[in-house]
């Protein structure tokens, strides 16, 4: 018998014709979405061997790639927080914090130190639970969502409904079915309205950028319009908005009819706006981003506005009619005209071919656009946009799992509370308000209130605690029965399809995360222990004087290195000097009697001296120039054609480094004086790591943090060895820009001093800076 109809019903039988046009068109829209979306794409797919499992497989390869490099970034961040912190408890003076020198301002403000430890507790927070956030989600998708099926389905195991307590009453079929429409609603809708949030702030972003209102938009470039974040940024939410678009088709393959059965002003406009305007000037502009694309600091002009500001509208467009008829589908009236059917989702073969179709949409685009890149702007442009989108598109993806797993959860809560739902829906939008406003007025009280990113992180990290503590007293009060509580994703030891890799692959991914979070570890501990120990050598004064020497032989000079390493040099014309001739049993000679070895860089000059007289220089730099190491008789007899003499020093820095003033006078022209020719240079030589002194041990592994991690990153991802040097610097600029937007720029060198000594040299001067080792 068919089901009672209702007054909605009824309206829905008597919607008036609206034109054979508009249905027309909107069918004709279908269809070629169909054939874009699904068609095309499942005959492809069929044609591949195994393309559900390598699109699967790449996928998972793809999100651990980003929880990889995301513990990149971790391992940078505390070596960042070791650095500041102990350094300014133990008062290292040349990477102390600006505001004190010492242990004193520890002591003498307790609380404010206690806030801006948890404030940076807050960040930690967030990047592990993004990283495990990463590594669940990662696993979803490697199986197809099966987390996800269950809450578009009738509930099973974790997310079944909850059985009525003692006395109460059970719910009612159609209430049970409300339910389950609007938790239906929910998860289509929720991703939606993350892209349409992400994309009015990207907008909202770019034209304060452009009319110079944001002051740190070049800086960070996630709203540099013409940056490369904004643009690899902006190109991830077109592709998850098409990709959510498959799926809804897909779910939905004749939402045209229930839209167009529906009547109202807003559908009809809407219809309108997207048959008459969005779909030409999308084809429009695909077609002249395939074609012409813009590369970082260009802009291309269409009616007078800017490339990125079209995009963005074009975007917002789709996405606003996108959640205007997904709201008007997934209606309980609408739905049984739009080709829904809940067999599709519980059966595994239709299933696994819209998530195959899911997967396939993400690498056809991301080829797509790394193709067009090596063609118009060569590979190297193409693999950094490519590597920033493989960091920026699994992120997305976690925040849209994290923000539909809370957004059902708290309908779960109404839903069981027997409240309305946009009552609830008020009052949790109230407590993330007033806990940004907590946020802020902590960030402020530790003086970080200008840093948008670490209030995000704060923030964050309130809202996961107050979630947290609803789930428990949800628990506790048995608004949500014992036993039944909604989990972020499915138990991989009960469900059958995570059960497949629970016992071998998840348990070696495991073992690689501990491994690389006791590398974590260990890196910190060691960090910490060089700071605190070159505190106390530092405050003990233990300092050797010298750690190179040197002495005249009969023919050269001997310059010794702790007498670990014996560098002597005798003149061409020397003979008989003790130990510098003779040659070894059983050598064979490859060079002519008389006849002196020869490189290819030995014929370079730069700014008239040669590569061995750099060399020499930053050899010398090890040396404090007293009266007893005698540095002007050593230069003497190093550089018996020029002249050399100290010009400065570094005056008990903990760099050592001299000023050279070098007067290289060449053959002087026919007929002139002998000093036409004559060229003055300043060298400044900066000396390496000194074995003696602690704290350059520090300063090496500070230095060393990001190319080390990602050394070690490479041997579980090979794709990362295939990254141009272009792109391992992007990684670890992009790593320090983001430091520096959390106040924790690790960029208190040694070197600073020099630096500031060398802008203070006239510009007329001629100057070289070499060094050895660190100091290089």
Request: with cysteine; proline share 6%.
């Amino acid at each position: 018998p068919a089901p009672p109809s209702s007054p909605r019903d009824g309206a829905l039988r008597a919607t008036p014709f609206r034109g054979a046009m508009e249905r027309t068109l909107m069918r004709f829209s279908g269809h070629c979405l169909r054939a874009t979306c699904h068609a095309v794409p499942g005959f492809i797919c069929r044609r591949i061997p195994l393309a559900s499992e390598s699109l699967s497989l790449a996928s998972l390869y793809l999100f651990v790639q980003a929880l990889g490099l995301l513990w990149v970034f971790l391992v940078s961040l505390l070596a960042a927080l070791c650095t500041h912190l102990l350094t300014t408890a133990v008062g290292t003076p040349q990477v102390a914090a600006p505001q004190g020198g010492g242990a004193a301002p520890l002591l003498e403000r307790p609380l404010h130190v206690v806030a801006l430890t948890y404030v940076y507790y807050c960040v930690v927070c967030t990047q592990v639970v993004f990283g495990r956030n990463l590594w669940t989600v990662a696993w979803e998708v490697y199986h197809d969502f099966p987390t996800l099926r269950r809450l578009l389905t009738r509930s099973r195991g974790g997310t079944a409904s909850p059985s009525p307590s003692e006395g109460e009453p059970s719910p009612s079929p159609s209430s049970a079915a409300t339910a389950q429409d609007v938790r239906r609603q929910v998860v289509l809708v929720a991703p939606l309205l993350v892209l349409v949030v992400f994309n009015v702030v990207v907008l909202v972003g770019q034209l304060l950028c452009v009319h110079g209102q944001f002051d740190t938009c070049r800086e960070m470039q996630l709203f540099d319009p013409t940056g490369r974040f904004n643009r690899n940024a902006r190109f991830v939410l077109l592709v998850g908005m098409v990709q959510w678009l498959q799926a809804w088709t897909g779910l939905f393959p004749s939402w045209y009819d229930a839209l167009t059965r529906q009547q109202g002003a807003l559908q009809r406009i809407t219809s309108s706006v997207v048959i008459f305007l969005l779909i030409p000037a999308s084809l429009l502009r695909f077609g002249v981003w395939l074609v012409k694309p813009a590369g970082i600091g260009v802009e291309h002009y269409f009616a007078g506005l800017p490339h990125h500001l079209v995009d963005s509208v074009l975007v917002i467009g789709w996405n606003t009619w996108l959640l205007v008829a997904a709201f008007t589908v997934a209606s309980q009236a609408a739905v049984r005209h739009s080709g829904f059917n809940p067999s599709m989702i519980r059966e595994d073969r239709t299933w696994r071919h819209l998530c195959m179709l899911f997967k396939y949409t993400l690498f056809l685009w991301g080829g797509l656009h790394f193709v067009r890149g090596c063609i118009a702007l060569g590979p190297g442009h193409a693999q950094n946009d490519l590597v920033v989108i493989s960091i920026l598109y699994p992120n997305l993806v976690c925040i849209i799992w994290a923000v539909t797993f809370t957004a059902v959860a708290l309908t779960r809560y109404a839903m069981n509370r027997g409240r309305a739902l946009g009552r609830t829906v008020l009052l949790f939008a109230v407590l993330p308000a007033a806990l940004l406003a907590a946020a802020a007025g902590l960030c402020w009280a530790v003086g970080r209130g200008g840093r948008g990113l670490l209030l995000l992180c704060v923030w964050l990290h309130f809202c996961a605690q107050a979630f947290r503590v609803v789930r428990r007293w949800s628990r506790w009060s048995y608004v949500v029965t014992p036993g039944k509580t909604l989990r972020f994703a499915l138990d991989p030891k009960q469900d059958m399809d995570l059960q497949q890799t629970y016992a071998a692959e998840r348990k070696l991914g495991r073992v690689a995360i501990r491994v690389l979070l006791l590398v974590c570890g260990s890196f910190c501990a060691v960090l910490a222990a060089c700071f605190l120990m070159a505190g106390l050598q530092q405050r003990a004064g233990f300092f050797l004087p010298d750690v190179v020497w040197w002495r005249p032989l009969a023919e050269g000079v001997e310059i010794s290195n702790l007498g670990a390493s014996v560098l002597r040099l005798s003149r061409l014309n020397a003979t008989s000097a003790s130990g510098l001739t003779g040659k070894p049993e059983g050598a064979v000679p490859v060079m002519r009697k008389g006849e002196a070895p020869r490189y290819a860089v030995c014929g370079h000059a730069w700014h008239g001296l040669q590569l061995v007289d750099y060399a020499m220089m930053s050899s010398l730099s090890y040396m404090d120039p007293r009266e007893e190491n005698d540095l002007p008789g050593l230069l003497g007899a190093l550089f018996p054609h020029k002249r050399v003499t100290i010009r400065s020093t570094s005056n008990n820095s903990e760099r050592r480094w001299l000023e050279f003033d070098v007067d290289t006078c060449g053959p002087a022209a026919t007929g002139s004086s002998g000093r036409d020719n004559c060229n003055l240079v300043t060298v400044i030589a900066v000396s390496g790591t000194d074995p003696t002194r602690i704290m350059d041990y520090a300063e090496d592994l500070r230095m060393w943090t990001e190319p080390c991690t990602l050394q070690i990153l490479s041997f579980v991802f090979p794709t990362v060895r295939l990254w141009p040097r272009d792109t391992t610097a992007m990684v670890i600029g992009g790593i320090h820009v983001i430091l520096k937007s959390l106040d924790m720029q690790d960029d208190r060198w040694h070197y600073q001093e020099i630096l500031e000594h060398v802008r203070q040299i006239p510009e007329d001067r001629e100057v070289v800076i070499t060094g050895h080792s660190l100091g290089a």
